[in-house]
């Protein structure tokens, strides 16, 4: 009878015992498994912040992407064309972080962003064939050409020959640029001629003016190359001396803008452009750095 007595009371010990070790374990483990899904989470996440707008903007973009991303491997940065008219209306649309812009805000754009970056200045350069005969143009006479009243080389002291001209597409920063300096655009109304040979980016501009005899185009003066001649505007060339001392008349700001609310990531791929050690990385890919102007 003791005997019996004696091992049940051991039994409900035993199976105490048991199961308090293993509410321990529970519990043991169950905070061990919440501390683990927080720092694998935060480890293993990667934010993109996506760029879409002016290709002009786009080469300096993807530099200072990759600079950026090598020393931050939590961030990706995308970068995207499609054209400085693209780039507030991406922003709306929730397409992109970073709207990037070759031209200054128009008025209908203002409201759909929250704030805007200088992040570099650019000159656009005058580019013609190599077989074209001149070293100097002036504003008016680029504005004859690019309107259709100057067709023939001789009018502005080069050979007897037709101009070929050659455009970005409407809603380029760079023809915007253009245009509005030269007063190729009068009244909001861009009167290139419907002649153009047009073309959707800087790098084609080059391209068809160095295979297009007796051509003219404008390009951005980071794209400049051997393959074509760049001639003085006005008696200056273009460069980033010039472009910053306000000699050179035909330049244009670079542009991020953002809208009302930003996430940190792109805060802090702003921050690091805008920063010294960012715009060294602008003047290293051949653009004008600006400080940390805004």
């Known amino acids: ?9 051991l039994r409900i010990v035993l199976t105490a015992g048991l199961c308090a070790v293993m509410g321990m374990a529970v519990l043991t483990g169950c905070g061990s498994s919440d501390k683990g899904s927080s720092d694998s989470g935060s480890s293993s996440s990667t934010k993109t ?14 530099v200072l992407g990759e600079k950026y991303s090598k020393e931050h491997s939590d961030v990706k940065i995308d970068v995207q064309g499609g054209g400085s008219g693209e780039a507030v209306k991406s922003l709306k649309e929730g397409i992109c972080q970073i709207g990037a812009l070759s031209r200054d805000l128009e008025a209908e754009e203002k409201s759909d962003v929250g704030k805007q970056y200088t992040i570099a200045k650019d000159g656009v350069a005058i580019v ?16 004859d050409i690019y309107t259709g009243k100057i067709t023939n080389w001789k009018d502005v002291g080069g050979d007897d020959a037709d101009i070929a001209v050659v455009s970005r597409e ?34 084609a501009v080059v391209k068809t003016v160095k295979s297009t005899p007796n051509s003219i185009g404008y390009v951005s003066l980071e794209a400049v190359d051997d393959s074509v001649k ?31 609310k930003v996430d940190n990531a ?20 051949g653009f004008i750095p600006v400080g940390n102007n805004k």
């Not at 009878?1 to 009371?9: P, T, W």
């Open 1 to 9: 009878m003791m005997k019996r007595k004696l091992n049940k009371g």
């Open 49 to 62: 912040v996506t760029i879409a707008g002016s290709t002009s903007v786009q080469p300096l973009s993807e």
């Open 128 to 143: 013609v064939n190599k077989d074209v005969n001149i070293d100097d143009i002036t504003l008016d006479q680029l504005k």
């Open 170 to 203: 409407e809603g380029s920063g760079t023809r915007g640029a253009f245009t509005e300096i030269t007063g190729v655009t009068k009244d909001d109304k861009d009167n290139t001629t419907k002649d153009a040979l047009v073309q959707s980016s800087t790098g």
């Open 230 to 260: 760049a001639v003085k505007v006005e008696g200056v060339d273009a460069s980033a001396d010039t472009v910053l001392d306000g000699t050179y008349k035909i330049s244009r700001p670079f542009i991020y803008v953002v809208g009302d």
């Open 266 to 285: 792109t805060q802090d791929y702003i921050d690091y452009v805008m920063s010294d050690e960012g715009q060294k990385e602008v003047e290293k890919a």
